[in-house]
Nanobody, 126 residues
Framework: QLQLVESGGGLVQPGGSLRLSCAAS????????IGWFRQAPGKEREGVSC????????YYADSVKGRFTISRGNAGNTAYLQMNNLKPEDTAVYYC???????????????????WGQGTQVTVSS
């Protein structure tokens, strides 16, 4: 059984911060690439940040570089997305996803084999 549960979303003011968490149930993340994606109403799903299954290389969308950081938890069954200096255009449903053995770039750009979490809402508004 492969299951992912996101948490940490909410309502924040512009310039604020949130940390999203992704918890794996039934498996560990050691051999999986991990990605954070987002989708706003009427827009396509976007790969925000991903990390490879091997050497830990990372990929970031241009819109979040310098503001967001993806990381693995020490226990091997968690992943995080630290979001700083949030902007209204960051408002979306954020999804965690995993795929066995992949590069960071492929994780964010090719999603046909991904296992997905249920999503968590992030709203940035004054």
């Amino acid at each position: 059984q492969l299951q992912l549960v996101e948490s940490g979303g909410g309502l924040v003011q512009p310039g604020g911060s949130l940390r999203l968490s992704c918890a794996a149930s039934g498996f560990t993340l050691n051999y999986y690439g991990i990605g954070w994606f987002r989708q706003a109403p009427g827009k396509e799903r976007e790969g925000v940040s991903c990390i490879s299954s091997g050497d830990g290389s990372t990929y970031y969308a241009d819109s979040v570089k310098g503001r967001f950081t993806i990381s693995r938890g020490n226990a091997g069954n968690t992943a995080y997305l630290q979001m700083n200096n949030l902007k209204p255009e960051d408002t979306a449903v954020y999804y965690c996803a995993v795929r066995r053995i992949t590069t960071a770039q492929t994780m964010c750009l090719v999603t046909s084999a991904h296992v997905w979490g249920q999503g968590t809402q992030v709203t940035v508004s004054s």
